[in-house]
T-cell receptor
Framework: AQSVSQHNHHVILSEAASLELGCNYS??????LFWYVQYPGQHLQLLLK??????LVKGIKGFEAEFIKSKFSFNLRKPSVQWSDTAEYFC????????????FGAGTRLFVKA | EAGVVQSPRYKIIEKKQPVAFWCNPI?????LYWYLQNLGQGPELLIR????????DSQLPKDRFSAERLKGVDSTLKIQPAELGDSAVYLC?????????????FGPGTRLLVL
């Protein structure tokens, strides 16, 4: 069965620290990859996505993610986090075949200390 | 443009009681999703509609859960009877065409507590 693994359930950083959140998936075919974010009290919303082309994807608020096909990974990065980045981050995978069912990871809660 | 609307936002019921959740997707979005999110987990798909047709309901526990999207716009998800383990957040999302790679737009969710 397809699955998405996020390496850390909780991450605590100080402002200006660099961030990397790991995401690995299990699916052998072509996939579309997403990072969604849920800020406190808000809806889940798209942060960035990859579906083809340049494996380094840039999203909103200075986030980027790199798709490494050989490692089945799609890690999220930000060079310098801000207090306002405190949120829960979900990696999601959608096979590029019939069905298009999106599988979400369990999420990583990021706390940024001011 | 209005986002995905869900109601109620919170619901507390006793076990064995019925409960219903309502969702109105973004105008013009053909695809509607219902997800279940347990505490500490990511969303899990319950059912996906393309217009009024349920195209993926393989994860919907059909003995107690039902859903409808009669006119291909808003949708209702029902649980009857509710069990303690149904306590969770029920998310609705929509997307324009339901194609792979499309962004899904989520509502605020309904937080259900079954006592």
């Amino acid at each position: 069965a397809q699955s998405v693994s996020q390496h850390n359930h909780h991450v605590i950083l100080s402002e200006a620290a660099s961030l990397e959140l790991g995401c690995n998936y299990s699916y052998g075919g072509t996939v579309n990859l997403f990072w969604y974010v849920q800020y406190p009290g808000q809806h889940l919303q798209l942060l960035l996505k990859y579906f083809s082309g340049d494996p380094l994807v840039k999203g909103i608020k200075g986030f980027e993610a790199e798709f490494i096909k050989s490692k089945f990974s799609f890690n999220l990065r930000k060079p310098s986090v801000q207090w306002s980045d405190t949120a829960e981050y979900f990696c999601a995978v959608n096979p590029n075949t019939g069905g298009f069912k999106t599988i979400f990871g369990a999420g990583t809660r990021l706390f940024v200390k001011a | 443009e209005a986002g995905v609307v869900q109601s109620p936002r919170y619901k507390i019921i006793e076990k064995k009681q019925p409960v219903a959740f309502w969702c109105n997707p973004i105008s013009g979005h053909n695809t509607l999703y219902w997800y279940l999110q347990n505490l500490g987990q990511g969303p899990e798909l319950l059912i996906r509609y393309e217009n009024e047709e349920a195209v993926d309901d393989s994860q919907l526990p059909k003995d107690r859960f039902s859903a409808e999207r009669l006119k291909g716009v808003d949708s209702t998800l029902k649980i009857q009877p509710a069990e303690l383990g149904d306590s969770a957040v029920y998310l609705c999302a929509s997307s324009p065409e339901g194609q792979s790679g499309e962004t899904q737009y989520f509502g605020p969710g309904t937080r259900l507590l079954v006592l």
